[in-house]
Each structure stands twice: as structure tokens, then as C-alpha cells.
């Protein structure tokens, strides 16, 4: 849920920025609210990612992604904030494809966890892991 909120958030900032742009002021007090709505979001991000570390033990990738995704937001925020569109516009494009990539990863994972009824697997490794069999 958050990174599907995190996605959609990303997305309406890009949308209404780019409304902005074309000389629409009243704008810009959205892409300030969807800027804290999506700084929200990326936390909760953070914390669902080391939950399901703690419980996988092999996803350590996706906290990785979600501390990048956070300090990108911060960057971004002060980039935002002291007007420095130079970083601020090309760092909101790689913030989208990391939360394009923890939606994947979300999505993707959800279906290799389901395993048919009254199998537990030999290896006893988490899904996703890349240590499962075959």
C-alpha cells in the first residue's frame, strides 16, 4: 500500500509540476502537499522494508532501495525548497523509477510467495531470495 501511494504520489508531483510550469500558481501549493504525502510514504516504505527483512531475512535489497528513496526525497525537498530545479527536476525522475522499482518488487514478490497449499518448501530460504529451488 505505501508503495503503491509512494508511486501514485511521485507520479501527481510530476503531473502537477509540470502544470506549474506552464504558469498555473496555484500549483505549486499541491506539489507541496503531495511532497509531504510522498515523504510519508517513503518512511513507512523504510519501515515495511526492514519489517519484511526481519521476517525473510533475504530482502536486504529492498531496505537498500528504500534508504535511497528517502535520502533522495530529503535532497529533493531542500533541493525544492531553495529553488535548485537543476537537481531538483532530474532527482524527482530517478525518485519515480525507484518507487516504479519498489512497486515491482512489491508486486513481484507477493506472487512468488504463494506456494500451492501443504508445501513448505525444502530449502526452508525465503522466496525472492534467489536461493530457492528450481
Known sequence: MATTLGLVTTLALAAVAGLFTTGDIEMLRWHSTYATVLAGAV??????????WRVSRG????ILVALLVVVMTVVQT???DSRTLSVHMPLGMAICAAEALLM????GLRASWRTPAGTTGESGDAPGTGKEEA
Open 43 to 52: 518512511l513507512v516504505q523504510l519501515l515495511l522494508s526492514v519489517l519484511m
Open 59 to 62: 530482502l536486504w535489497r529492498l
Open 78 to 80: 531542500a533541493a525544492g
Open 104 to 107: 515491482y518488487w512489491a508486486y
